[in-house]
Structures are given as C-alpha cells and as structure tokens.
C-alpha cells in the first residue's frame, strides 16, 4: 500500500507512553474468556470488561522511566497521520457534494489505557470511537494481536480499522448514532443479527469500504494482495469467527457487529460503489 502519498493530519495526539498510561493489559485472549463468562452468566461482556478495566486502572503504574514516549515521527504516527488525513479528504469532499461541511475525528495514540469523554478503557477493547468527544482511540499494540492471534493484520488491513472507526464519526455527524443510541435509552434492543447495532457497525464497515474506494481513484495506492488484507481482517474480527473462537459455538442473538460474511460483503459494496447511499444498511431487507 502506498501511503506515503497521502497528506498526513494534524488531528493526532500521540500520548503513547506517558506515565500512567501503561500497567497491566488483557490480551485478546483474557477479552475472549471475559465475553466466555458473560455470555455463562447471562450478563453483557461490555459491562464485565468495564469492570475489569476499572479495577486495571486503580492498579498503580510501572516503575518511573517504563514505557518511554516514542518518536514523535516514527513510521507508525506517519502512517496513521496519512490514512487519518485521507479519511478527512475523501470525507470533505462527500460532505461538500451534499451541500454540508465535514468536521474531522480527533484520532488519539494510547498505551496501555486511556480516558476518553466515554469512560476508561485499555488496550484489550481494540479501537473504537468516542462520540462524546469525537475521537478515536487506537493503541497500536492492537494490530499486533490482529495479526498474530486473529489471522487477519498489513497496513491495509490497518487502514481499514482505521477508516471504520472514523465511519463512526460520520454517523456521528449524520445523526445515526444518535438513532441507535436513542433505542438503547428507551430499553430496546439493540444487539442481535438484523439489529441495529449490528446495522450501524455493517454501515462503518461500507464507509470504510467506501473511503477506500475513493482513496483508491485519488492515489491508485493499493497493491497485490492490499484487497485480500482487508478481507481476511473483516473475516477474522466478524461475530460469528470470535465467537465459535472464544465459546465454541455462534450466538446470532448476541451479535453485534455483524457476522464475517456480512463484514465482508458491507465493505465490498463500500469499495465496489463508492457510492454512500449504497451504504443505508439500516433500510436493507438482508444484511
């Protein structure tokens, strides 16, 4: 992938090895035995791994001088820059063509945990979106494990994390989010295989798919292989493959981003199209 090419944003904080950003971390596995109990027990895995991330952050932090701040420009930085500063010029210029204006995600750098306006979180909960404050959150550790524990990882593989979580963003923006939240507050729902939790993460999974697109027509930057990076990802990270992973059978009930075959194929209708109204999973009859 050629990223290099892209313009970088100045929309990242990179507060990775700050003192107190670090202590102990639940690796992939640790979450899939949290969502194992949860799922025993009858409760949300979400609240359980709360609570482990509560009791991660009272624990005190390493000896003075561990975790060491990296290279304000190192390569991984440059990387996220570029893929962020593409996301805000595909997305500026969608926002322009229907009459509005976009206003970029804030993208933070962590180790370890991290305060968002949504509460604590650490490593082990991946990448994800604050809407309360319009940011994302990646530690890049994640892609590590993405790669070695889940079969999926590369930078475009990378990328397409990235691009999904700012799909947030611009459901954010749209309204969407604000729907979806707004079944949660009255009591409903909101989780399971026709869900609309599971729609709104298919969407960000289009958007992605769809940026991706766009980048694509504007750099021609993707190489052999870059497609089938972004594949295996969507495929490894689907309900359906962590679950028969984590418990060793599928609970569609309980899905809440969307099986693998749906990833994939919500992305691929992003990509193939480029077109955003391709992109309303919440008025498709089949996911």
């Known amino acids: 992938m050629k990223w290099r090419s892209a313009r970088r944003s100045s929309n990242v904080q990179d507060i990775r090895g700050r ?71 595909v997305w500026g210029a969608i926002f322009e063509a229907s009459g509005s204006q976009y206003t970029p995600a804030q993208l933070v750098l962590f180790s370890g945990q991290v305060q968002s306006a949504c509460g604590g979180a650490s490593a082990a909960v991946g990448p994800f979106y604050c809407p309360a404050d319009q940011k994302v959150y990646i530690d890049l550790s994640f892609f590590d494990q993405m790669e070695r524990r889940l079969g999926g990882g ?27 939240n707004a079944i949660r507050q009255r009591g409903g729902n909101v989780e399971g295989a026709e869900g609309p939790l599971v729609r709104q993460e298919l969407q960000a999974d289009c958007y992605a798919g769809l940026w991706a697109h766009h980048a ?5 930057w993707l190489e052999d292989g870059d ?19 984590g418990q060793g059978q599928v609970v569609p009930d309980s899905f ?32």
């Open 154 to 180: 590369g930078d475009f593989a990378e990328a397409y994390v990235i691009a999904h979580e700012v799909g947030h963003h611009v459901q954010t923006l749209t309204g969407i989010s604000g729907r979806v």
């Open 19 to 89: 003192r107190g950003g670090g202590g102990m971390k639940l690796g992939l596995g640790g979450v899939a035995a949290v969502v194992v109990i949860g799922l025993l027990l009858g409760k949300n895995p979400m609240e359980l791994l709360g609570l482990v991330n509560q009791v991660q952050q009272q624990m005190p932090a390493g000896p003075a001088g561990q975790g060491d701040a990296p290279p304000v420009n190192d390569e991984a930085s440059q990387f996220v820059a570029s893929i962020l500063g593409e996301t805000e010029d």
């Open 256 to 287: 809440t981003h969307g099986s693998a075959a749906q990833r994939v194929r919500w992305f691929r209708i992003g990509f193939e199209s480029g077109d955003v109204g391709r992109c309303d999973t919440f008025a498709a009859s089949q996911l």
């Open 216 to 220: 694509q027509r504007r750099h021609a």
């Open 227 to 245: 497609l089938e990076e972004a594949m295996n990802t969507a495929t490894a990270i689907g309900d359906d493959t962590l679950q028969r992973q």
